[in-house]
């Protein structure tokens, strides 16, 4: 079935730097979703992107989606101790009668003061 | 977006027992889903939630150990039954954004962090 994989894993970084994540898949995806899922809480939706080759801002957050509509990418700007969370990306599973959303393995952010 | 809210926020339980997880939105949805988060883990789809019909179950889950209930268009039940350490995670509903977006996101209450001894 369809798997969604994002790198890295993990990140822990200064307060202050940029930060680059990507997800990949192996079949092609319509929409790309980018949540962030904050200890303790569900997932907030951050950036929905629905053609390839998108590119959208959320204040700090861009995201893309890759023209071969297989990946994505989400960079935040300028990180600050409160982008602290776990990013995921998911996309809509088209097999069925509902979209159901398959989720990407996650990474996690830590960002040091 | 839907406001979702989830009861209760976390329980502890004994293992054999059940808990019934109930989710409401603020506004009247056709699409609710219940998804399981084990810990360190990714999000996994248990069921989609439709109103007058059963539950439409992924693979893996069925419903005597998942039962659901979708009375209305704002409202489902998730039962963990007969419960097992296993069970131990975080269960979260969500609902497809109003048709009129046209788009596929989806919105998710806070979660239940159930544990079970």
């Known amino acids: 079935g369809q798997q969604l994989n994002q790198s890295p894993q993990s990140m822990f970084i200064q307060e202050g730097e940029d930060v680059s994540m990507n997800c990949t898949s192996s079949?092609?995806?319509?929409?790309w979703l980018w949540y962030k899922q904050d200890p303790g809480e569900g997932p907030v939706l951050l950036i929905a992107?629905?053609?390839?080759?998108e590119l959208t801002s959320n204040g700090r957050l861009t995201a893309q989606f890759g023209i071969t509509r297989k990946d994505s990418f989400l960079n935040i700007s300028a990180s600050i101790p409160s982008d602290v969370g776990i990013y995921f990306c998911?996309?809509?599973?088209?097999?069925?009668?509902?979209?159901?959303?398959?989720f990407g393995t996650g990474t996690l952010l830590a960002v040091q003061p | 977006s839907a406001v979702i809210s989830q009861k209760p926020s976390r329980d502890i339980c004994q293992r054999g027992t059940s808990l019934t997880i109930q989710c409401q939105v603020d506004?009247?949805?056709?699409?609710m889903f219940w998804y399981r988060q084990q810990p360190g883990q990714s999000l996994t789809l248990i069921a989609t939630?439709?109103?007058?019909?059963?539950?439409?179950?992924e693979s893996g889950f069925v419903i005597d150990k998942f039962p659901i209930s979708r009375p209305n268009l704002t409202f489902s039940t998730l039962t963990v039954s007969n419960m097992s350490p296993e069970d131990s995670s975080i269960y979260l509903c969500?609902?497809?954004?109003?048709?009129?977006?046209?788009?596929?996101?989806?919105?998710f209450g806070p979660g239940t962090r159930l544990t079970v001894l």
């Open positions: 969500s609902v497809e954004a109003p048709l009129e977006t046209l788009y596929n996101e989806q919105f």
């Open positions: 079949s092609i995806f319509n929409t």
């Open positions: 992107l629905y053609k390839a080759g």
């Open positions: 998911a996309g809509p599973n088209y097999g069925g009668a509902t979209n159901k959303l398959i």
């Open positions: 506004s009247q949805v056709t699409m």
């Open positions: 939630a439709n109103q007058g019909s059963e539950a439409t179950y």
